[in-house]
Structures are given as structure tokens and as C-alpha cells.
């Protein structure tokens, strides 16, 4: 079972927050979105619901599904930047597609560094690029918004923080107050044998 944990606020003086998250776990795999709709305020938080009920209907499909889907919930809208993370927590292996500037760091003994392909969920949905990932127990996944520097570098030893401190703790530290902000936080546990 993955650890969890979210933080997300909206940018300095806004009430509302253009960026969403999805977390789901079921029948052994997990699917982990960050929504970040263009913009802010109210247009920009319509365009990151409706992709956000877009991969809540269609979550167990294959991401690439889950990205068109997502793209024609958003046609007529601003548009958003989506990044989709699936695991599989018995084969240890998962799959990443990204649309736009969203951010993933994983944190593992293995060279892994996904990106997001140039486009805009919504409006210009780029060829969509699914990149596969193998994983160890003990391994971080990180998904954000542009909301967050891309200069994340977490302190020696943060890395063990319980999901949820860790997610406040990149907001707090890495967070711009010129935008809204969302990051997601999972980790695959290490066994009693790795510990």
C-alpha cells in the first residue's frame, strides 16, 4: 500500500485555487493527477474540475484514455497541464504521461526522470508520450504544479518524513505565492527486511 499525502493552496490573495489532485488506489495499482487549469481564479478552477471529473470517470482506463478524455472535458475552457501517474504496487512498475508544466521528481536508487510533453489539455493536446517506470520499495514519487519551484531538492534525511509532512513541507519551502499550488506526495514503503 502507497503512503499519501497532499497540499495544495491558492496563490497569495485569491480565494479560489485553479489547481486540483486526484489520488486512487485499487485491486493493487494507484493513480496519482495534478491539474493545474491556465490561468486563475474561477475560469481557471472550471477548467481543472471538469478534468478532474474527466479522470475520476475514467480512471481505470490507460492514461493515454485518461488524457483525451480529460482533453475533450476541457474543450471550451481555458485548458489545463495535467501529469498522470500510474503504479503497480505488486510488479513495481508504472507509467507516466504529462501534458504541459507539470513537475515529477522521484526520489529512488534508479535514474528515473519522466517528463511532460508541450501542450495544453483542452486546446493543443501534444502526441502523447507514455513513459514507463520500474520502482524499489522505499522509492518517492513527487507530482506538482508550476506552482512550485522546479528546484525541489529535499534536505539529507527529508525523504523519510511521512508523506503528509513532507507534501506541506515542499509547499512551505518551495511554494510561490504568486500561484497556486499543489503537490502530491507517495511513497511505495519499504519492507520489514529493507528497513
Do not use: W
Amino acid at each position: 500500500m502507497l503512503e499519501f499525502g497532499a497540499a495544495t493552496r491558492p496563490k497569495r490573495g485569491a480565494t479560489v485555487s485553479g489547481d486540483r489532485y486526484f489520488v486512487h488506489t485499487s485491486n493493487g495499482s494507484a493513480l496519482l493527477a495534478v491539474i493545474d487549469g491556465l490561468g486563475g481564479g474561477a475560469a481557471a478552477a472550471q477548467a481543472a474540475d471538469r478534468a478532474l471529473a474527466a479522470i475520476e470517470a475514467s480512471h481505470d482506463r490507460p492514461l493515454e484514455q485518461i488524457m483525451q478524455a480529460a482533453h475533450q472535458a476541457c474543450l471550451g475552457t481555458r485548458g489545463a497541464v495535467i501529469g498522470l501517474l500510474r503504479l503497480d504496487l505488486q510488479q513495481r512498475n508504472g507509467c507516466f504521461v504529462g501534458v504541459g508544466n507539470i513537475g515529477i521528481q522521484i526520489i529512488s536508487q534508479e535514474a528515473v526522470r519522466p517528463i511532460s510533453r508541450n501542450g495544453i489539455v483542452g486546446y493543443r493536446l501534444p502526441t502523447l508520450l507514455a513513459q514507463p517506470i520500474s520502482y524499489q520499495p522505499g522509492d518517492l514519487f513527487i507530482l506538482f504544479s508550476d506552482g512550485i519551484s522546479n528546484r525541489v531538492a529535499l534536505h539529507p534525511g527529508q525523504h523519510l518524513l511521512p508523506a503528509q509532512e513532507l507534501a506541506d513541507a515542499i509547499m512551505a519551502e518551495f511554494g510561490k505565492d504568486s500561484d497556486d499550488v499543489t503537490v502530491v506526495v507517495a511513497r511505495h514503503p519499504a519492507s520489514q527486511t529493507e528497513l
